[in-house]
C-alpha cells in the first residue's frame, strides 16, 4: 500500500525559506509523478506544483513561480518543495500527492495517493 508522509512545515516570516519533504514507500516511486498541493482556511485544495516520474519536467502555479522549486530524489523515494521569499498568502497545508499521469496535471483527482499534510504559517 503507497503511503505517503510529508515533512518539513512550520512557522516563518515573509521573506523567509522553508523546504518540505514527502516519502513514498510501499511502491515502487518511478511509476509516480508527483505534486503538491495546497489548501487554505476556507478555500478548496490547489495545485502548486508537479514533478515527472524522472524529474526531467516540472510545472508550478503562477503564484508560487520563481520562487518555489519541485524535486525528487528517485534513490530516496522522496520529493521536496523548496520554497523561497515566503509570502503570508502562502500560508496553507501542503499535500504530497502522487499520480500514475504521464503528463503533468494539476487536477487534484488524477493523483491517487495523498499524504496527511503539513502546515506551513507565513506571518508578515
Known amino acids: 500500500q503507497v503511503q505517503l508522509v510529508e515533512s518539513g512545515g512550520g512557522l516563518a516570516q515573509a521573506g523567509d525559506s522553508l523546504d518540505l519533504s514527502c516519502a513514498l514507500s510501499?511502491?515502487?516511486?518511478?511509476?509516480?509523478?508527483m505534486g503538491w498541493f495546497r489548501q487554505a482556511p476556507g478555500e478548496e485544495r490547489k495545485f502548486v506544483a508537479g514533478?515527472?516520474?524522472?524529474?526531467?519536467?516540472?510545472k508550478y502555479e503562477e503564484s508560487v513561480k520563481g520562487r518555489f522549486t519541485i524535486s525528487r530524489d528517485n534513490i530516496k523515494n522522496t520529493v521536496h518543495l523548496q520554497m523561497k521569499n515566503l509570502k503570508p498568502e502562502d500560508t496553507a497545508v501542503y499535500y504530497c500527492?502522487?499520480?500514475?499521469?504521464?503528463?503533468?496535471?494539476?487536477?487534484?483527482?488524477?493523483?491517487?495517493?495523498w499524504g496527511q499534510g503539513t502546515q506551513v504559517t507565513v506571518s508578515s
Open positions: 514533478v515527472n516520474w524522472s524529474g526531467s519536467t516540472t
Open positions: 500527492a502522487g499520480g500514475t499521469w504521464r503528463f503533468i496535471t494539476t487536477v487534484s483527482d488524477d493523483y491517487a495517493y
Open positions: 510501499g511502491g515502487t516511486f518511478t511509476l509516480y509523478g
